[in-house]
Antibody, heavy 114, light 108 residues
């Protein structure tokens, strides 16, 4: 059974940093393109970042967020710095298979507020 | 960046009725790179359709997708109680993923 389990979400102040993790199991993580997608409260889905053969970022987080992975631990990370109120969202990790997100985690909530 | 627009914003229907959801792209999208997702409150999105018309594993055949170019459609032939949710389209082009704003299907 495929599982993606996010963790690390928290309440932080503007300007602070936070690292999210996503533990994967049930599929070959090392050969999978992995992504972060976020959803602000009551809003739609926004793609954030991807890691596969290279790393990609949405313009809204470029220069502030860093995606990485540890294939030996089957874990995906998102290091977030200089957090802003508009980064408040549920962050989902998801596998991207060729042209679609086929597996999703349940998400972890990041709240940026003073 | 390709912008996706979904209509209507909300669709109020009764169980058993047919739902037709539209997704329009600001530029042509390869049919191979258009997907649809269902999301219920408090849950992660669930893949329904990929490649514009291919049902994902375990998706009932009352869900179907069609379209090409800039106009795509998700059809639910007969709404079941569990189908009332928000539906998003998604495209992938030039290493950029974008989602539509969603269509909420609620009970009339």
């Amino acid at each position: 059974e495929v599982q993606l389990l996010e963790s690390g979400g928290d309440l932080v102040q503007p300007g602070e940093s936070l690292r999210l993790s996503c533990a994967a199991s049930g599929f070959t993580f090392s050969s999978s393109a992995m992504n972060w997608v976020r959803q602000a409260p009551g809003k739609g889905l926004e793609w954030v970042s991807a890691i596969g053969t290279n790393t990609l970022y949405a313009d809204s987080v470029k220069g502030r967020f860093t995606i990485s992975r540890d294939d030996s631990m089957n874990t995906l990370y998102l290091q977030m710095s200089s957090l802003r109120a508009e980064d408040t969202a549920v962050y989902f990790c998801a596998r991207f298979l060729t042209n679609r997100f086929d597996y999703w985690g349940q998400g972890t909530l990041v709240t940026v507020s003073s | 960046e390709i912008v996706l627009t979904q209509s209507p914003g909300t669709l109020s229907l009764s169980p058993g009725e047919r739902a037709t959801l539209s997704c329009r792209a600001s530029q042509s999208v390869s049919s191979s790179y258009l997907a649809w997702y269902q999301q219920k409150p408090g849950q992660a999105p669930r893949l329904l359709i990929y490649g514009a018309s291919n049902r994902a594993t375990g998706i009932p055949d009352r869900f179907s997708g069609s379209g090409s170019g800039t106009d795509f459609t998700l059809t639910i032939s007969r709404l079941e109680p569990e189908d009332f949710a928000v539906y998003y389209c998604q495209q992938y082009s030039s290493s950029v993923v974008t989602f539509g704003p969603g269509t909420k299907v609620d009970i009339k």
